[in-house]
C-alpha cells in the first residue's frame, strides 16, 4: 500500500482545541468525530500516528472518512477539517420553465400512432427529436410532471 499523501501533523495548540471540542458536551457529533479523527492520526511528536484502517475503526467510521477530514485539513485548515462537507446541487436543470410548457402540451396532447398513452420514455424521445431539450431522461420528464400535479393515466 502506497503511503499516506496527506500527512496530519498538529502542533500543541491544535491537540489542545480539538481535545477541548471532544470534553465538551455542546459540540455537534460530527465535529467530535473529526476531532477525534484528527488526533488519532496526528503524525506529529504527541501523536499516536494510526492508520486510517485502525482510526477508522477507533471512531466508528468509514476509512474513507478518515481520508478526507485529513485531505481537508492539509489543504484547506484546522477549521474546514472539523465542517462537513459542502455539497454543490449547482447542476443546471435539464427541463426549464420553457421546455417544461412543452412537455406538458406533448403529455396533454394526443399520443404517437399506435400508442394509447404517452409514456414517460416516449416523452423524453419526443423533447429530443423535437429539439426542446438537448438530452433528456425519463426521471427527469417524471419529476417536472410529478412536480405539475400531471398523471399520464
Do not use: F
Not at 495548540?13 to 465538551?24: A, D, G
Not at 476509512?63 to 465542517?83: D, F, H, I, M, Y
Not at 429530443?128 to 431539450?133: A, H
Amino acid at each position: 500500500m502506497p503511503g499516506k499523501y496527506y500527512i496530519v501533523e498538529l502542533t500543541s495548540e491544535e491537540r489542545r482545541l480539538l481535545k477541548r471540542l471532544i470534553n465538551t458536551g455542546k459540540t455537534a457529533a460530527y465535529k467530535q468525530r473529526h476531532a477525534r479523527i484528527l488526533l488519532l492520526a496526528d503524525e506529529g511528536r504527541e501523536g499516536p500516528g494510526m492508520i486510517d484502517d485502525d482510526v477508522a475503526k477507533a471512531v466508528g467510521c468509514g476509512s474513507a472518512t478518515v481520508e478526507r477530514v485529513r485531505k481537508q485539513l492539509v489543504t484547506q485548515g484546522l477549521e474546514a477539517a472539523l465542517q462537513r462537507p459542502k455539497i454543490d446541487y449547482s447542476a443546471q436543470r435539464l427541463i426549464d420553465g420553457d421546455a417544461e410548457a412543452h412537455l406538458i402540451a406533448l403529455a396533454c396532447g394526443q399520443p404517437p400512432e399506435g400508442r394509447n398513452r404517452w409514456t414517460l420514455r416516449l416523452l423524453a424521445e419526443k423533447m429530443v427529436t423535437l429539439e426542446i431539450v438537448e438530452h433528456c431522461s425519463k426521471d427527469s420528464v417524471h419529476r417536472t410532471l410529478k412536480k405539475t400535479n400531471l398523471s399520464l393515466g
